[in-house]
Structure formats: C-alpha cells, structure tokens
C-alpha cells in the first residue's frame, strides 16, 4: 500500500508506534468545532490527535472520538500535563481527571506541558508510575531544551521518548533536532506551520509551484523529510485534507536547505529556558 498518513508511523524509544503526522487541537474550544475537525480529520486518515489539559476541550475531544465509533486501537491520543498540575500527586489526579473527560481507560501518549522548576523531578516519577500503572503507554515532554534533558537525566528512571517542541521554517531548531535524534527521542512539531503567519514567502511559493502543491504542504513535506512528527491544526475539512496530503512528492537535498535558509529563530512562545519558573509559560 502506498505510504499515506493512516500507515505512516515512527517507533518510539518504548517500541511504541506512533503517526508521524497527527492533528493538532489547540485553539479548538467550540464542542462542535472540535467534533467535525476530529470527524473529518479521521476520516482523511490521521490517527492522532494532540490535546491538553490548558487547552479545555478534553470533553470535547472525548466526544469527538467517541462519536467516530472507531476500535480504540485504531487511533492515538495525546494530552499534557499543565503547569498548575505538577508535583507528584496533583499529576497523578490530574491525568485520572483528563482520562475521565476524554473517556479513555489510557491515553498514548503524556507530555509535560512545560519544564517548570517547581516539581520538576516530582512530575516525572509520576509519569513513570502512571506507565507502570498503564494508565498511560509512552511518556515524554515539550517544550523541554537540552539543559532540561540534561538535568532530568540526573534522576530519571526511564527517559522521555518524546519533545514536542515550536519547529518551523523560521524556527528550524536544527541543533536541538539533532540532541534529540542522537538520545533517542522523537521531536514532534508542534505550530508546524508557523500558525500559517506567513505561507506568503517567495520561497515558499516557489517550491509550491514546482511541486503542484500549497506553501502548507511545501512546510509539512520538509518537516517529514527531517524524519520529525508533526500534528498540524486546522478546522476547515478542506485545509485538514490537503494537509494530510504530502505523501506522493520529495523536496530535493536543494530545496530542503532553502528552506532550512528561512530560519530567523523567530519563536511564537517563549523561551523555555527564561521561563523556567511557574506562572510565565503564556500568553502566547
Ligand atoms: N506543546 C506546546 O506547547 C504547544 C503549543 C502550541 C501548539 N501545540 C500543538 O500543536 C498543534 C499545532 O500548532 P498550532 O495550532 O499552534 O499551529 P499550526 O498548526 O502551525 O497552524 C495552525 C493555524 O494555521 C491555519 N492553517 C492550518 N492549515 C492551513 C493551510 N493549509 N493553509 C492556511 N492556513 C492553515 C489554521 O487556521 P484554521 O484552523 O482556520 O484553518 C491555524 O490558524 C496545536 O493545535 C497543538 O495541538 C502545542
């Protein structure tokens, strides 16, 4: 079968297989937006969907997995931990909450939403008890540098096996790719493209036009080709296929580094690093 979103899977430090692409739900906060976005994304072929307990909609992500009728087997969910939500304990209560408002026995995947200082080895012992208690299958972070790997390396009993971290053309993070790459962690995208700022580049448009493709899905095809995940949002059916759509063109060694030349470390968030302290992670 030719290689589509449904069958395209990376394989985590754990053994876990994972979607390389998946949908992101941030921003989604009207029920019934999030339940036709997670119809329709379905229904082209993603297989993960990226929520969090900051972005509240976890019900209404639950519904709009519950209404796909689909084999739990057949789809991956991800949600994170907030920063109100760390400490040993408060996690632990935090995740048996998001499970019952997503109405899940387990989620896939569980991140730290951001690296705070407060709690910062707390959190983690309690995603490696909540994995040994299967309430969760894969554990790892986002938002997290290599400073932050580092130090949870100090003490960890098991690593995380991914960093869900702001990637895009003008944010191409390229050594924090390779850290993670090299430690056996997969780097997830997240804003893969750019929140869709400025899809208006001349490069961009460029490459869009030799290919038959959009500038989005110029983006998304560099990204793949980096060999990292992406879960890219959007709330419109014809955006969330053509998204999905990457599958049957290559970007050229050539054409992949014109775009690696767009990157102006420009971040839509803050850096991890200044905010490592409860309390300064947003607004962004
Ligand atoms: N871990 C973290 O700290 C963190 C932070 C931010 C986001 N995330 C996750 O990453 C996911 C993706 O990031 P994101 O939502 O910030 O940004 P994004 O996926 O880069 O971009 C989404 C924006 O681009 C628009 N868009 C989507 N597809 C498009 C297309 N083909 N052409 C033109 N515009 C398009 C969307 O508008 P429409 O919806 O109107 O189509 C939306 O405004 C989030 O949903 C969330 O799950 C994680």
Redesign the pocket.
Known sequence: MATQISNQFLTLADGNRMPQEG??????TDEKEAVNAIKWAYETGYRLF???QM?ENEEFVGEGLRQLSAPRESYFV?T?VSEANQGYDQTKQSVVSSLKKLGLDYVDLL?I??PVHQHFFETWRAFEDLKAEGLVRSIGV??YGMVHLEYLATKAREMPVLD???V?PWLTEKPMLKFNAEHNIITQ?????????R?DDPVLLKLAAAHGK????IILRWHLQNGIAI??????Q???K??ADIFDFELSPAEMQQIDGLNTNHR??KEPEMVYEFGY?YP?
């Open positions: 949908f992101g739900l941030y921003k989604i990226d929520t969090a972005y991800t994170k991140l939403h951001w986002s938002n869900q971290l702001e895009h995208a997240w804003s893969p493209l750019g929140r869709g700022k899809l959009t500038p989005a899905q879960i890219p949002k959007s709330v419109h014809d955006r969330i053509a998204n839509i968030s992670q962004y």
